[in-house]
């Protein structure tokens, strides 16, 4: 491994010689090429097709919405020629969209930089161990045309969609249904992994590293032709006008058309709610999300099997070494000491006879001693595994990392092993904790690596990623499912999508369709609307949130098992905790840590996620009463949540004033409602 990092830097360091470059720090570069290449990265990824679909992608569906389609289908202009122009449109956004991300890489090193515009840096492209360096300038081409052909593919698949759903909601929460589980899928499984995939091209930050430049072309020419042929399936099928899963136009009236008189707010909440019944979306995302939930018990399954698949077999791989290898060497070591002595004895060398007779042989019988000790306890936890003692295991695993802390060397022991070069203190005592807390409690272990990895390990960046990944607990019972999903923020996507069912408020009854107008008639005061769509909001969208994470729990508790509610979960302890009167977590030299319940942090993570949806609610909301789009609304929710956090980041002492911001929002929303 560290003969291959040598060879990279090597051939990295001659292409830097021709080109007559200078070194740069790739990490934080001020050259504009480079800061082209990394904006590239973050902003052209299968997030940012996500979000042009997002946006963009009903182009077609809200001319159905609208029944302005109709009225383009009175005009001499033929259906693939329709169809054609709304696909044009939206590779039209895609192409201002690369403008913009090259303006953004560009502007800031043209306006505030001074180094020169060379676009031949090299970058490396490396496949397992195969690598060569292409050009900046090949990155960025690879990049540009990748991002452009595989956004062109999905919305190719969009078009196909929308020729047979008459719902925008419905187009749009297929697309990232079928997106996401096939990309994962995909993910996890090598052998997908090829350019007749269209999956593996949405990869496309790792597809355009990884791949050799004799092979990267037939990537996008993939793509290219997965679109012709899904835009061919767009004009061949003939027009549908259902919702998803077949959902007819056809309403019928609520409580067979029976009135009945109630208070104010609650009236309005109620028809809040038979609007969200009558449009469909909360139903279809709540299968959506089921589906979801289900599909993602048995990818974590299939993840989980092949983690510990790898794990035992490096258990019977070292055990092997033990046994076949290191043993037998120092027993025959052992076995020609005699002869060596002997050798020494004849040729009348005393000071070589001390040697092989006394301090060689303690040596080797105290190594060989080691060894038959290693070899033992790596039997036992083999055996463990395959007789499911989980306990012995546990104690097998308490071993290796009291091993990897140097308790059990000697004196002719010089290093701990194993990963030393990344090693740090917490993460040693943390990993050697973690065993003594499942011995503690009985707890089943999750099979994977026996290191926790944490934020003070050091090394290569891409052998750490390695290392990370290798140590990563991952299961499919129900409570680790939670875990996976709060941990992984995959909480997000049911989130975000009932926020989005319930629209922004105000926000959505204006625009070119104002319903608000038709609101106004009515012998209702909007302060009733207004609490009526929070009110409807809030209960439903909790829920919905909330039935989702029990509906994970559920399944990975009838298909697997519940799940322990005492595992231990990592976390740090911040100086200043480890530091106070009175703490009782755990040091190590680099900082504090400590562990709690898989079932208290499952807990805490839903009501934390309750209290995020409440805030953006409450926020999407306030901000629909002022302005009058949708798309605005969603955007600033979007840039207000993304610099409140990287401001949270950089001044977390001062969390404690956010409280005032809370009494500003509320002033604001008292203020707007004395006005209706």
């Known amino acids: 491994m560290y003969a291959l990092e040598r060879e990279k830097a090597i051939q990295k360091n001659e292409w830097l010689l021709a080109h007559d470059l200078p070194y740069v720090d790739e990490e934080f570069p001020l050259a504009p090429a480079l800061i082209l290449k ?37 005009q001499p202009i033929p259906r693939r020629q329709r169809i054609l122009m709304k696909y044009a449109g939206m590779l039209f956004v895609m192409l201002v969209f690369l403008l913009l991300v090259a303006c953004i890489g560009l502007l800031i090193p043209y ?24 050009s900046t300038s090949a990155y960025l081409v690879r990049i540009f045309v990748l991002f452009f052909t595989a956004g062109a593919l999905v919305f190719s698949f969009i078009m196909l969609l929308s020729t047979q759903l008459k719902s925008s909601f419905s187009v749009l929460i297929m697309t990232g249904f079928i997106g996401v589980v096939g990309f994962s899928v995909t993910l996890m499984n090598e052998g997908l992994q090829g350019f007749w995939n269209p999956f593996h091209l949405l990869n496309i930050s790792t597809v355009v590293s990884e791949t050799a430049a004799g092979s990267f072309w037939i990537l996008p020419v993939s793509a290219i032709v997965w679109s012709l042929l899904i835009l061919t399936a767009a004009f061949a099928l003939p027009e549908g006008e259902k919702g998803l899963f077949g959902a007819s136009d056809v309403k019928k009236p609520f409580d067979d058309g029976k009135t009945r008189r109630v208070q104010a707010i609650r009236n309005s909440a109620l028809f809040e709610w038979r609007k969200l019944k009558r449009q469909g979306s909360l139903k279809q995302s709540i299968i959506i999300l089921g589906l979801f939930a289900i599909i993602g018990y048995f990818l974590l399954g299939q993840i989980s099997q092949k983690k510990e698949a790898e794990y035992i077999a490096a258990v019977e791989e070292s055990l092997a070494q033990y046994r076949d290898m290191i043993i037998p060497d120092h027993e025959r070591q052992l076995d020609t000491l005699d002869e060596k002595k002997a050798e020494a004895e004849k040729s009348g060398d005393e000071e070589m006879v001390k040697f092989y007779g006394e301090v060689e042989l303690q040596r080797i019988e105290t190594m060989l001693a080691h060894y038959k000790e290693v070899l033992a306890h790596y039997e036992i936890g083999k055996r463990a595994y395959e007789q499911k003692d989980w306990q012995t295991y546990n104690q097998f695993q308490l071993y290796r990392n009291r091993y990897m802390l140097g308790e059990f060397h000697n004196e002719y022991m010089g290093i701990s092993g194993g990963l030393s070069g990344f090693d740090s203190y917490v993460k040693l005592e943390a990993s050697k904790a973690e065993k003594e807390w499942l011995i503690k409690h009985e707890i089943q272990p999750i099979i994977s690596g026996m290191m926790i990895s944490t ?17 990563r607990k991952v299961d499919n019972n129900g409570l680790f499912s939670l875990y996976l999903y709060l941990d992984n923020f995959v909480y997000f996507i049911p989130m975000l999508l009932l926020l989005f069912v319930f629209g922004a408020g105000f926000a959505v009854e204006k625009g070119k369709r104002p319903t608000i107008q038709t609101l106004q008639t009515q012998p209702v005061e909007m302060r009733s609307v207004f609490f009526g769509k929070v009110t409807t909001a809030v209960l439903v969208g909790i829920s919905g949130l909330v039935g989702i994470f029990a509906f994970v729990l559920l399944v990975g508790t009838l298909f697997n098992r519940f799940g322990d509610w005492y595992y231990p979960i990592f976390h740090y302890n911040s100086k200043k905790v480890v530091e106070a009167e009175g703490y009782t977590g755990m040091r190590a030299f680099e900082g504090g840590f400590d562990f709690m319940p898989l079932g208290e942090y499952v807990l805490s993570g839903v009501a934390l996620s309750v209290c995020i949806f409440l805030f953006l609610i409450a926020l999407v909301h306030l901000l629909g009463m002022f302005i009058p789009r949708s798309f605005v609304v969603f955007s600033l929710v979007g840039l207000i949540c993304g610099f409140g956090y990287v401001l949270s980041d950089k001044l977390g002492d001062y969390a404690q004033f956010s409280r005032s911001r809370i009494w500003i929002l509320g002033g604001l929303l008292m203020g707007k409602w004395r006005r209706y």
């Open 38 to 74: 990394q904006s590239a990265d973050l902003l052209l990824s299968a997030g940012a097709i996500l979000f042009l679909v997002l946006f963009f992608g009903n182009a077609m569906t809200a001319e159905k919405e609208q029944q302005t389609w109709l009225t383009l289908k009175t």
């Open 111 to 134: 306006l505030f930089g001074e180094q020169a515009w060379r676009f031949d840096y090299p970058q490396l492209v490396q496949s397992g161990e195969v690598f060569s360096f292409i």
């Open 455 to 471: 934020i003070y390990d050091s090394g290569d960046k891409e052998l750490k990623k390695e290392h990370v990944e290798w140590n």
